[in-house]
T-cell receptor, first 113, second 112 residues
Framework: KAGVTQTPRYLIKTRGQQVTLSCSPI?????VSWYQQTPGQGLQFLFE???????NKGNFPGRFSGRQFSNSRSEMNVSTLELGDSALYLC????????????FGPGTRLTVT | GENVEQHPSTLSVQEGDSAVIKCTYS??????FPWYKQELGKRPQLIID?????GEKKDQRIAVTLNKTAKHFSLHITETQPEDSAVYFC???????????FGKGTLLTVNP
């Protein structure tokens, strides 16, 4: 069974631009979570989706948004990029809504200049 | 909301020694506690997890213990090897919060 995949793997953007990241979960997994990873803050929860519904959102500004499609694939969008948004963005999928057995994708490395 | 504290932040051991990483959590409703290993430049990898109805779980050289009363859980790695060198993250989830809350991570270095 294929693992979690994320595209693109690397992105370089300029301040003020927007970006869309994509995540394809493991086949059959219905829950997708997104995390921001930085050296100083570790793994910070962004949001979680199950059956196209956002069930929880972390403490991030409204510039960070996401969605999930009927095939469980998910996208996250960051508008009006800031230098501080430079980070590794990880998505993770799990089979059910209980968050157990969550598996991570390789991440998208976003650099904002 | 849930808060997970992880200690130590760095740990250096000699090959063959044991390593112990400890985490505490704040939300008594949490009932699922996974551990992830992240090697440099790679994705976090689930290595072991425990549910609140179990006190201890082992998988070869790694084990996790849970003390629900004290709200802490620990990762134990025995007979450490250089390939165990990585950052280890603990996490907690439960109730209806639909998220994993992670500790800040422990950088484990196993010296040959």
């Amino acid at each position: 069974k294929a693992g979690v995949t994320q595209t693109p793997r690397y992105l370089i953007k300029t301040r003020g631009q927007q970006v869309t990241l994509s995540c394809s979960p493991i086949s059959g997994h219905r829950s997708v979570s997104w995390y921001q990873q930085t050296p100083g803050q570790g793994l910070q929860f962004l949001f979680e989706y199950f059956s196209e519904t956002q069930r929880n959102k972390g403490n991030f500004p409204g510039r960070f948004s996401g969605r999930q499609f009927s095939n469980s694939r998910s996208e996250m969008n960051v508008s009006t990029l800031e230098l501080g948004d430079s980070a590794l963005y990880l998505c993770a999928s799990s089979l059910n809504m209980d968050m157990r057995g969550q598996y991570f994708g390789p991440g998208t490395r976003l650099t904002v200049t | 909301g849930e808060n997970v504290e992880q200690h130590p932040s760095t740990l250096s051991v000699q090959e063959g020694d044991s390593a112990v990483i400890k985490c505490t959590y704040s939300d008594s409703a949490s009932n699922y506690f996974p551990w992830y290993k992240q090697e440099l430049g790679k994705r976090p990898q689930l290595i072991i997890d425990i549910r609140s109805n179990v006190g201890e779980k082992k998988d070869q050289r790694i084990a996790v213990t849970l003390n629900k009363t004290a709200k802490h859980f620990s990762l134990h790695i025995t007979e450490t090897q250089p390939e165990d060198s990585a950052v280890y993250f603990c996490a907690a989830s439960g109730g209806s919060n639909y998220k994993l809350t992670f500790g800040k991570g422990t950088l484990l270095t196993v010296n040959p």
